[in-house]
């Protein structure tokens, strides 16, 4: 059997994509550094009572494992210093699978972490992320959404 170049080349570039689509490391790296809380919407109970904030609401820096973050959502102020961590999982979304990455940080909240424009390996030197919060159905917790700017 006979194998060309073109095989080769071929089967090369395919496990090296798979091994890029099944790592974090590109959305690890770009959450590193700061991070300004420019606008904060919380929605209670249902859709129907909600608050929107915009402006300079905060800060959430990233020090390798680390996360200080300090910001005001509703006249409150949530700060804290936690250790975090970043999933990827795919997901169907129409005729394609998509990277849904979850932000975990401890002791805290869990949050959908929305890369930019959500394209593929948006991820990548981002500079902007939305973080959405999710509360269980036995909370009284808001659901939250946070953007972020680098």
């Given at each position: 059997?006979?194998?060309t170049l073109f095989q080769i080349t071929l089967l090369?570039?395919?496990?090296?994509?798979?091994?890029?689509?099944?790592?974090?490391?590109?959305?690890?790296?770009?959450?590193?550094?700061?991070?300004?809380?420019?606008?904060?919407?919380?929605?209670?109970?249902?859709?129907?009572?909600r608050v929107d904030e915009a402006g300079n609401l905060?800060?959430?820096?990233?020090?390798?494992?680390?996360?200080?973050?300090?910001?005001?959502?509703?006249?409150?102020?949530?700060?804290?210093?936690?250790?975090?961590?970043?999933?990827?999982?795919?997901?169907?979304?129409?005729?394609?699978?998509?990277?849904?990455?979850?932000?975990?940080?401890?002791?805290?909240?869990?949050?959908?972490?929305?890369?930019?424009?959500?394209?593929?390996?948006?991820?990548?030197?981002?500079?902007?992320?939305t973080l959405r919060h999710e509360p269980k159905e036995?909370?009284?917790?808001?659901?939250?959404?946070?953007?972020?700017?680098?």
């Amino acid at each position: 059997m006979k194998i060309t170049l073109f095989q080769i080349t071929l089967l090369v570039f395919l496990i090296v994509s798979a091994c890029k689509e099944d790592d974090t490391s590109q959305g690890v790296d770009s959450l590193q550094g700061v991070w300004q809380v420019s606008e904060a919407i919380s929605i209670y109970d249902n859709s129907e009572d909600r608050v929107d904030e915009a402006g300079n609401l905060g800060q959430f820096i990233f020090d390798g494992d680390t996360l200080r973050f300090e910001y005001i959502r509703n006249d409150t102020l949530y700060q804290g210093i936690e250790r975090w961590r970043l999933q990827r999982s795919r997901e169907n979304q129409g005729f394609f699978r998509v990277n849904v990455f979850t932000l975990i940080i401890e002791n805290y909240k869990t949050f959908i972490c929305e890369f930019g424009n959500q394209t593929r390996n948006s991820e990548e030197d981002a500079t902007d992320i939305t973080l959405r919060h999710e509360p269980k159905e036995d909370s009284s917790d808001a659901r939250v959404v946070l953007s972020l700017e680098k």
